[in-house]
């Protein structure tokens, strides 16, 4: 399950946790300031008003599962047909926040755009009376990879290489349709027991998504010069705020995530998250820790996955048919 989530959740949601050691809040598993493990900050279930009731005559809400910085989560039911969904909706108080508004409303037009098995589903959008807007997606149970690492310790390299060349399909496919992710990490990677498959990929929260492409102008969601994403994760141009990003943003962020479950650490591993954020413009791919093991053939894949220039990395399909060469000579 998702930090923070008592059952099965929403890929974007972002939980909200607080160190017990130092009070840091965030939402990370671990504290970025004394690394003590964090507790989550579990909601109120009675106290929403939300709970119980109808969105559009078509939802019923049953639960809040959690809340983050664009909004609340719930499980839901679509009455019509009784299937499960995840509600997710901006509270009344947060109307006035135009840059929440346009994000929230950009990630309803990025995952409206994507239709790939690894790449969480929207079902619909709208606006509860109120006038808040919602997002209706798939509803999934399973756990993230940060939580799988944090739990069992690295991952074996031949099923890494499975993730992560689904994780690498999804996002080929958000870049054919001309979306950036800009913010995977193992906490966007949810890995289901599903279809068949105890690892089955969705990647999650394309809440600060970006098209690449656009039929016409339109307005920057971002300040000027404003760092977009999780540090630990981001690649080199996207930390030196480029506008000019490519799909090989989000491939360098693929490396990384794939480092941290094999190394079960933090890649540029700094004292806070600026010194890790620029340790990546001194050295591409960091080594593994040496008591982690990892063949030729992976290291060498990280190193080209983590270029310092973008031009020098692989295409997202190039990198998951690499994945899935190591796949299955480890098989």
């Not at 009455?79 to 499960?84: D, E, K, L, P």
């Not at 982690?292 to 270029?307: G, I, Q």
């Amino acid at each position: 399950m998702l930090p923070g989530v008592d059952s099965g959740s929403w890929g974007f949601l972002m939980a909200t946790r607080q160190c017990p050691k130092c009070g840091t809040a965030g939402e990370d598993w671990f504290c970025r300031k004394c690394s003590s493990f964090t507790r989550k900050d579990k909601p109120a279930q009675n106290a929403d008003p939300m709970v119980g009731s109808m969105i559009d005559g078509r939802y019923r809400i049953e639960t809040l599962l959690g809340r983050g910085g664009m909004g609340k989560v719930y499980r839901g039911v679509q009455v019509a047909t009784g299937q499960v969904v995840a509600v997710k909706v901006i509270p009344q108080e947060h109307l006035r926040d135009e840059l929440l508004m346009r994000r929230f409303r950009r990630e309803a037009e990025v995952v409206a755009t994507l239709s790939h098995p690894n790449i969480i589903r929207l079902v619909d959008f709208g606006k509860v009376p109120g006038g808040q807007p919602y997002l209706v997606m798939e509803y999934v149970e399973g756990e993230t990879l940060a939580q799988r690492v944090f739990k069992s310790g690295p991952v074996a390299e031949g099923r890494l290489a499975a993730i992560a060349a689904q994780m690498a399909h999804g996002l080929a496919e958000a870049h054919r349709q001309g979306v950036l992710h800009r913010d995977l990490k193992p906490d966007n990677v949810l890995l289901l027991n599903a279809y068949g498959h105890t690892d089955f990929v969705k990647i999650i929260d394309f809440g600060v998504a970006k098209m690449m492409r656009s039929p016409g102008p339109t307005r920057p969601l971002t300040a000027t010069d404003e760092i977009i994403g999780t540090a630990e994760y981001m690649a080199p141009e996207q930390a030196a705020c480029r506008r000019s990003l490519t799909g090989a943003a989000d491939v360098y962020s693929l490396g990384l995530t794939v480092w941290f479950a094999l190394a079960a650490e933090d890649p540029f591993g700094g004292v806070n998250r600026m010194e890790s954020m620029m340790a990546r413009f001194r050295q591409s791919s960091p080594p593994l820790p040496a008591n982690r093991s990892a063949s030729p053939a992976m290291r060498d894949l990280l190193n080209n996955l983590m270029a310092m220039e973008p031009v020098d990395r692989p295409l997202a399909e190039q990198a998951a048919l690499a994945f899935e060469a190591l796949r299955d000579g480890a098989g």
